[in-house]
C-alpha cells in the first residue's frame, strides 16, 4: 500500500473547503439578491393627445378584459386614461395583493392576501412625452386597519421617493374598518417634468413600512363595475381608476 503525501492530501482539503466556502457565500448572495429584487411588470405605455375608442361591446366581445382606452380634450390638452383591471401582472408594476376578475354579480376588485400582509398595488405608466401634471380619480376603497397601521395611495416619478396623494390611519387597538367612496382627492398634482409616473396603492405599517406582515393591514380597491349592473355600458367604466394628464411645457 502506498503512503499517503500528507502535505498534498493537507493542500486539497484546504481547496475543497475554500470551494465549499466560496459556493455557499454565492448561494447566499444569491438569495439575498433575490429576496431584496421587486417583482415588477412591464406597465403601460401612453401617448398623449389621442383618443382609444372602447365602449361596452368591446369589453364584452373581449369576455370583460381589460383594453386601452382614453379620450382628449383638444381646448384644454387634457388625456383622460382609464387605468387597468384584472389579473394580467404584465399590466402593473410592483404587485403583492390578489385580483377579481368582473363576472356578472361581481366587480373587478383588488385585494390584500390577507388582513396581515402589506398590500402593494402599483401602476407604471410610461409616456411618450413628458407631463407636467395629473389628477387621479376613482377607485371605492375599503380597509381594515388599527392605531399602527395605515393605507393610502402615493405616486412617483422614479419609483424611489414617494409622495402621498391620500392615507387614512386605524385609531384604535382593534380593527377600524370603513369605506371611502374614491380614495383620491381628484386633486391636481402640478409642477412635474417626468415621462414616467407611478401610481401605488398600499397598506402597510406606520412606523415600520418595510415590515411586511403583522395585524390590520387589509385593503380592497374596486377596479371595474359588474357587468350585471343597471346602465352598464356607463357604470362599468366609472368606478375605473383614472388620471387626466397634461403635457409639459
Known amino acids: 500500500m502506498k503512503k499517503v503525501n500528507l502535505k498534498f492530501l493537507t493542500v486539497m482539503l484546504a481547496l475543497a473547503a475554500f470551494s465549499i466556502s466560496a459556493a455557499m457565500a454565492a448561494a447566499k448572495d ?7 429584487k421587486k417583482e415588477e411588470g412591464e406597465g403601460i405605455q401612453i401617448k398623449l393627445g389621442k383618443d382609444i375608442n372602447r365602449d361596452w361591446k368591446d369589453v364584452m366581445s373581449d369576455k370583460y378584459a381589460y383594453g386601452p382606452k382614453q379620450d382628449y380634450d383638444s381646448k384644454t390638452k387634457v388625456t383622460h386614461i382609464y387605468l387597468p383591471y384584472g389579473n394580467n401582472l404584465k399590466l402593473y408594476g410592483e404587485v403583492t395583493g ?8 361581481h366587480v373587478a376588485t383588488f385585494h390584500s392576501v ?5 398590500a402593494i398595488l402599483t ?3 410610461v409616456f411618450d412625452k413628458p407631463i407636467g401634471d395629473f389628477i ?3 377607485g371605492h376603497f375599503e380597509y381594515g386597519l388599527n392605531r399602527d397601521t395605515c393605507a393610502g395611495v402615493e405616486f412617483s416619478i422614479d419609483g424611489n421617493a414617494w409622495r402621498t396623494i391620500r392615507e387614512v390611519k386605524g385609531t384604535t387597538d382593534g380593527v377600524d374598518e370603513g369605506t371611502i367612496d374614491s380614495i383620491s382627492t381628484e386633486a391636481k398634482v402640478e409642477k412635474l417634468k ?10 402597510r405599517s406606520i412606523k415600520n413600512p418595510k415590515e ?17 349592473w343597471g346602465d352598464v355600458a356607463t357604470t362599468f367604466f366609472k368606478i375605473q381608476p383614472q388620471i387626466w394628464v397634461t403635457a409639459a411645457k
Request: net charge positive; hydrophobic share 35%; proline share 6%.
Open 30 to 36: 444569491e438569495k439575498k439578491d433575490a429576496k431584496d
Open 136 to 138: 387621479l380619480a376613482g
Open 98 to 105: 390578489r385580483f377579481t376578475d368582473p363576472v356578472s354579480g
Open 114 to 118: 390577507d388582513g396581515s400582509t402589506n
Open 212 to 228: 411586511l406582515f403583522g395585524p390590520a393591514r387589509w385593503i380592497k380597491l374596486w377596479m371595474a363595475g359588474d357587468p350585471a
Open 194 to 203: 417626468t415621462r414616467t409616473l407611478y401610481i401605488r396603492y398600499y397598506s
Open 123 to 125: 401602476y407604471k405608466l
